[in-house]
């Protein structure tokens, strides 16, 4: 399916809310190494069914005397009683007559549960298309068409950084988020593509089209991160080394993936929470390569203080899921990790030893 996309005059903030993470400003992203568990909204709020005077109360026995005690006991009135005879009444008469006007509420209740299951069931919890995808489209409240449709499907699979078996008992300090600058915490749920059109970079292969795209709400300067992707995978070392493949970014007709800028807590919502740290993903349902800002921001322990190579990193390890590359594993101590090792992990494999960092697919 073709969707059309519609080129944003500018990205801004608005259409929802914006979180920044860092020391000062949420009490749950202090700076530390600490990053909080965040619960989520139920999909519905439960609402209670009113009668005309007020809520439905069920007595006890509605046929009992007058609690006040000042008459005798009530029964609800029939049909038969009030034509002062006939034949006798039918079990549903009966029964209505026995439970008054409960006979009616309880079937009413039961289709409005059967339907709220329903509801739950479905997941339609929010402003969210396909998988569960922030809307794309122009900043504003209103969702737009979305982006660049995908060619075609690549993996339906999501790449996420996950430790060795065993390795969650231990202590792991590598995957701790740095301390450094404020990143964006929750963002607008919609992402928006940057406009422009990159140059093919590469002289054979197949043609891959890709868009750059920023969360609304993430304050990072679009064109700026666009021109930093851009630059990453038109590198020789990457991808398309010796004419493995070509590499174009686009902003309209069909893509092979999409590279997005994200904030924290929708990476949650793409990429899943299973880790007690931030982390970035491939995936592949959407073929979208989810980049967290908490990471473009401060990088990871394995590359200290060298933002770029980390940048460069992430973004050719998470693109590599889109051609089919899984995880590996540090080949032997002192060699040059394989860019879809899991670095922002760290760079060690038990049994094996310590690579050193390597961002390129072919150095």
Known sequence: MTHPVTRPARRSGS??????????DDPRHDGSDRVPREPYTPPYDLVQLHAPDGPLRARADPTAADPAGTGPAKRPMTFAARSGGGAPPSRLRRFTREYGWRAYAIPL?????????????????????QAGSPTAGENGNKAQPGPPPVAKGNSTGIFVDSPPAGDLNAALPATALPPGGRYSLQGGNRFDVVPGTSKVYGT?????????EIEAGVAEDGPAVAATVEQILGNPHSWGAGGRMRLQRVDSGEVQFRVSLT???????LCGYTLPFETSCYNGGLARAVINDARWVRGAVAYGTNINAYRTYVINHEVGHSFGH???LCPKAGALAPVMMQQTLGVTTPGVGACRTNPWPYP
């Open 15 to 24: 259409g929802g809310a914006s979180g920044r993470g860092g020391p000062g």
């Open 109 to 129: 209740l039961t289709v409005l549960t059967f339907l709220a299951v329903m509801d739950v069931a479905r997941g339609d919890g929010g402003n969210t298309n």
């Open 204 to 212: 054979a292969g197949p043609l891959q089209r890709y868009t750059v």
């Open 263 to 269: 904030s924290s807590l929708t990476v949650r919502k």
């Open 326 to 328: 899984g995880h590996l």
